[in-house]
């Protein structure tokens, strides 16, 4: 393979010998669509996060279509969604015929729970059908948080708001396996675990990766049985190949747990490796004018995903987008934080609700190298890079 890439990038996964000997272990034993890693894997993430369920899955896109089907999400209802988040958050909604309403973020870039009140209250009304939104005559089905960057969403209000209007909650815990809240009434509770269903993802880029895959988590047995019979083709019968109802192709490959396996066992060690490179990030960026990097919400220990610095052009003399192409001539990767999804081409026509604080973060976030194994000199490169780009 050739060399190609920048020399810091953002985001790699990192193999240890476990991964190798596991993975060999399948293909040695020929086991690699199922076997025993799928569990193992499980009771991993389960054990971790306190999830009395846990099923893996293909991806975490799936993950998150599975979990809103079983939330009861189907054609021509409206999911509340952040329009700050990466869409494969949203996706799913439209894959169950639903349509998204676009909710703005708070101080972390999270969903703002106040705008979600607020949605509800103003635009909505209690029916013998649920709770529908007046302008479009659509129900409410779900709300559909996501933890943005690892960060945990003020999930305590956004439960009983969306509690108060009997509208169940959904967690995209895809980016923040690991986190945590630590103070409040969910404190020792992990991200993905408080709603009715949580969804996480072991992309390529994720704090542990299975290459590509994700897993549902629940507290609740029958839904965690659905969920394994919907992501295993919905088999009724497996030997005659009877089916009850249309499932999908989504169940995990045991050579992709066995990378999962192996990755679980480092997990802790990573968070810790990112929480203090965070600290230096913030300690060396705090002496530069006109940029800062985003905080962690109050009462909560987050896996410290994604470092997002915020450029303000005024301050520091160059906005984002020269920061980004001077840090790149360096060899240094960054990325915007995404683009909008009210403005997505296959969701431009749909409804958004006052989506003000996102754009403020979409002109200025820009995500800096994070892997676990950046070492300390490469992070005082990179800030020496950006304290040498003003102009
Ligand atoms: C917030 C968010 N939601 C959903 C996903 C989808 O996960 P996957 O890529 O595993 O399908 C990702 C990551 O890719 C994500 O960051």
Known sequence: MSDTGPSVPLSVPVMGEHERDYVLDCIENGWVTSGDYIARFERAVATRVGSPFAISCASGTAAIHVALRLA??????????????????????????????????????????????????????????????????????????????????????????????????????????????????????????????????????????????????????????????????????????????????YRLSNVSAALGAAQMETLDARISAKAANHARYAERLAGIDGIELLGVPDGTQPNYWFYSALVDPAGFGMDREALMSSLAAKGIQTRPVWYLNHRQAPYANERAYRVERARWFWERVLNLPCTHTLAQHDIERICDAIESARV
């Open 72 to 249: 009861g999400v189907g054609p021509g209802d409206e999911v509340l969604v952040p329009a700050l988040t990466f869409i494969a958050t949203v996706n799913p909604v439209a894959y169950l015929g639903a349509h998204p309403v676009f909710m703005d973020c708070d101080d972390y870039m999270n969903i703002d729970v106040e705008k979600v009140a607020s949605f509800l209250s103003a635009e909505c009304e209690r029916t013998a059908d649920g709770v529908i939104d007046r302008a479009t005559g659509r129900r409410v089905a779900a709300v559909l948080p996501v933890h943005v960057f690892g960060s945990p969403c003020r999930m305590d209000e956004l439960l009983r708001v969306a509690g108060e209007w009997d509208v169940p909650v959904v967690e995209d815990a895809a980016e923040s396996l690991g986190s945590s809240w630590t103070a409040g009434p969910l404190a020792g509770r992990h991200t993905g675990t408080v709603g009715l269903l949580g969804a996480l993802s072991f992309n390529g880029n994720k704090i542990i990766t299975t290459g590509g895959g994700g897993m549902i988590l629940t507290a609740d047995e029958h839904l965690a049985q659905r969920a394994l019979h919907l992501v295993t083709q919905a088999k009724a019968d497996e030997i005659r190949y009877v089916h009850d109802e249309v499932g999908y192709n």
